[in-house]
């Protein structure tokens, strides 16, 4: 079946401009969840919805990073006033539901380069 | 707070040799333990995942990891290493109520 997946892959904006990084879960998935990932480490939890709702939003860097999911299903990572220190790669995962044992599936990612 | 370390940045293995890498963890609770591998420019992939029962856990790609309590670890280990695990692991750790944590990764390298 398909996976998580992620669009674009490769984006590359200019400092101070807005960008939307787009996911679609496994279908069926009720949990959803952004990481950002530098390089050189471990993804770093953002948010995380169960359903439409940001059940845990408490990784967001700033207020300039904000996330929905309005049907329960496709989501939306969204970046106001782009710096270069938002560059890093940005990961999706879904899980069936957000219980801790669940696994969470990884979208592959979308790369961000802010110049 | 939870937390997660893996003490290795890098391991190199002869293929055919037994792996590990190592990995502890730190939560409040009981925890919940994960593997994961990440190939360049891919997303990570789902290897085992530790959650009650047998401290032996299997997974994917002839994968295992054992979980140890007093020590508070969860080494991933693999009895014949191939040179396509080439990768680099990721040890997360998540309590029952949190978000789950990920280490800094360790790079594997399988030597031909």
């Known amino acids: 079946g398909a996976g998580v997946s992620q669009t674009p892959s490769n984006k590359v904006t200019e400092k101070g401009k807005y960008v939307e990084l787009r996911c679609d879960p496994i279908?069926?998935?009720?949990?959803l969840y952004w990481y950002r990932q530098s390089l050189g480490q471990g993804p770093e939890f953002l948010i995380y919805?169960?359903?439409?709702?940001?059940?845990?939003d408490s990784g967001l860097p700033n207020d300039r990073f904000f996330a929905v999911r309005p049907e329960g299903s496709v989501s939306t990572l969204k970046i106001q006033r782009t710096e270069r220190g938002d560059s890093a790669v940005y990961l999706c995962?879904?899980?069936?539901?957000?219980?801790?044992?669940?696994?969470?599936?990884f979208g592959p990612g979308t790369r961000l380069t802010v110049l | 707070a939870q937390s997660v370390a893996q003490p290795e940045d890098q391991v190199n293995v002869a293929e055919g040799n037994p792996l590990t890498v190592k990995c502890t963890y730190s939560?409040?609770?009981?925890?919940?333990l994960f593997w994961y591998v990440q190939y360049p420019n891919r997303g990570l992939q789902f290897l085992l995942k530790?959650?009650?029962?047998?401290?032996l856990v299997k997974g994917s790609y002839g994968f295992e990891a054992e979980f140890n309590k007093s020590q508070t670890s969860f080494h991933l280990k693999k009895p014949s290493a191939l040179v396509s695990d080439s990768a680099l692991y990721f040890c997360?750790?998540?309590?029952?109520?949190?978000?789950?944590?990920f280490g800094k990764g360790t790079r594997l390298h399988i030597l031909p």
């Open positions: 997360a750790v998540r309590d029952r109520d949190d978000k789950i944590i």
């Open positions: 995962a879904s899980s069936l539901t957000s219980l801790a044992g669940d696994t969470q599936y």
């Open positions: 279908s069926g998935h009720t949990a």
């Open positions: 919805f169960q359903g439409t709702g940001a059940a845990d």
């Open positions: 530790y959650i009650t029962g047998d401290n």
């Open positions: 939560v409040s609770g009981n925890p919940y």
